[in-house]
């Protein structure tokens, strides 16, 4: 009987997180309209090109999605210099990119992602395909939640973490998890990301590729293969 009570009170408060997650990012995206037009316009003034960034990534269960970022690089930056990896000082990132970067305000477009229902407000990271096929059986655990904008690593560290040390993190909050822990998550990500700024780029100034540089370069590649992929999807369906 209790276990059932148990069961029963999860289930109301994965409804209630779905509740929150379309509400929240419904919300935003009105809201944000008229920053997004004005980040949109300062994107496009800086380079003249596209002001989003699409790039894959594993979700619940290790469906693959495309993920929502206003595009803080140069065009075709996955196949130059660190390829998937960013560094502090890395020349790709762009004037209004760099900004966007210190804010976090690249992230705010998978608002989308949340409203369709391929992400939530709250959960681990989404990561890259090439990082999933090197996850051990423990690993493998964060893909059954979805993933998330924000998450108990982004607030305890982000990028001045390792991978490793962020996926414990993230199972930690699997394994803990409750409609409160997600809220105490939103209501930290703001101070962290916006006042402290703490954990953009890793301890050397180069974030964690997860992965060996051999395995990293071939990510680079697969990567540019299917940012190139979607472009061309993206170019039929607007031709149909």
Do not use: C
């Amino acid at each position: 009987m209790g276990a059932f009570k148990r069961r029963r009170g999860e289930t109301v408060q994965r409804a209630l997180k779905r509740v929150l997650d379309v509400g929240v990012s419904a919300l935003g995206l009105v809201v944000l309209a008229v920053p997004f037009a004005l980040i949109a316009l300062a994107i496009k003034l800086d380079d003249g090109g596209p002001v989003f960034f699409r790039q894959e990534r594993v979700g619940l269960h290790g469906r693959r999605f495309r993920v929502w970022k206003f595009r803080t690089m140069v065009v075709g930056a996955e196949g130059q210099g660190l390829g998937v990896t960013v560094a502090q000082d890395d020349p790709r990132i762009t004037r209004v990119g760099r900004f966007l970067r210190d804010f976090g305000l690249d992230e705010l477009p998978q608002l989308i992602n949340v409203l369709v229902g391929e992400m939530s407000l709250v959960g681990p990271r989404p990561t890259l395909p090439y990082q999933v096929e090197h996850y051990n059986e423990r690993q493998r655990r964060r893909l059954t939640v979805k993933p998330g904008i924000t998450s108990l690593a982004v607030v305890s560290g982000r990028n001045a973490l390792s991978w490793r040390e962020r996926i414990e993190l993230d199972l930690q909050y699997i394994e803990n998890w409750s409609l409160w822990l997600d809220l105490k998550i939103l209501l930290k990500t703001p101070w962290v990301v916006l006042v402290k700024r703490e954990g953009l780029y890793g301890p050397k100034g180069v974030n964690d590729p997860f992965v060996s540089p051999n395995a990293h370069q071939k990510a680079s590649q697969l990567a540019e293969k299917s940012r190139e992929s979607g472009e061309r999807e993206e170019r039929l369906d607007a031709k149909g």
